[in-house]
């Protein structure tokens, strides 16, 4: 598991700790998802592979410790992992299968035009497995095909920020691959049902946190 940094210096890191040891000639970095580069990646980490090319030496344990020992002690301390260990080829295939069915948690700081009721707050909280659909967002459509996709929203909590009654704490549990700031704004309707249209009021997102994403197998 990590915690996330920009992906080029995070490949450096990677190429001078585990392709110095495995003796490869380059690797490939598997990510369980990604997320836009203003979103924080909280609590555990998010699970990755790391496919070491042309391997000429097999890292034993102690060295796969001296690996994750070397990336957590950078001066830096902009990465973190955990639980690094060397896995077979089915490992890699049952990532990839859980892909569309692993379920990630958020936390989002949110605005509201207009102050919310007891009532709002409640018709939030009280949703469970609610389907949404959602069109290709309008920020990504220059180089993602326009599509429908249909996601699911588990769970929610909404608290208020303290002093203020216009900014909330959303905590959210969704599928993979649910577009969360597009959940709470709406885009201009290309997503719904959505925390602005609930709501019957806009909604903005201020700070997108992910805190979990629920994937056991690489526990």
Not at 36 to 52: A, H, K, N, T
Not at 76 to 102: F, P, Q, S, T, Y
Not at 156 to 170: T, W
Request: glycine share 6%; charged share 30%.
């Amino acid at each position: 598991m990590m915690k996330e940094w920009g992906k080029h210096q995070l490949r450096e890191i990677i190429k001078e700790s585990v392709c110095a040891i495995s003796r490869g000639d380059g690797y490939k970095f598997h990510a369980a998802g990604r997320e836009d580069i203003d979103v924080r990646m909280l609590g555990s980490g998010r699970p990755f592979l790391i496919e070491v090319l042309n391997v000429r030496s097999i890292p034993s344990a102690i060295e796969i410790q001296q690996i994750s020992d070397k990336i957590n002690s950078s001066e830096k301390k902009h990465v973190r992992i955990r639980n690094l260990k060397l896995v077979d080829n089915e490992i890699w295939a049952m990532m990839r299968e859980g892909e569309a069915e692993k379920q990630k948690q958020y936390a989002a700081l949110i605005w509201t035009s207009s102050p919310l009721t007891d009532d709002d707050l409640q018709k939030i909280s009280v949703i469970n497995d609610m389907e949404i659909v959602q069109n290709t967002p309008i920020r990504v459509l220059h180089r993602r095909s326009p599509l429908e996709r249909k996601r699911i929203i588990h769970w929610m909590e909404i608290e208020k920020v303290e002093g203020s009654s216009n900014y909330y704490l959303l905590h959210l549990c969704t599928q993979a691959g649910t577009y969360i700031k597009e959940f709470v704004h709406g885009d201009l309707g290309r997503t719904n049902p959505s925390i602005g249209s609930m709501l019957r009021c806009r909604a903005e997102i201020l700070q997108l946190d992910v805190t979990d994403v629920k994937m056991d197998l690489l526990q």
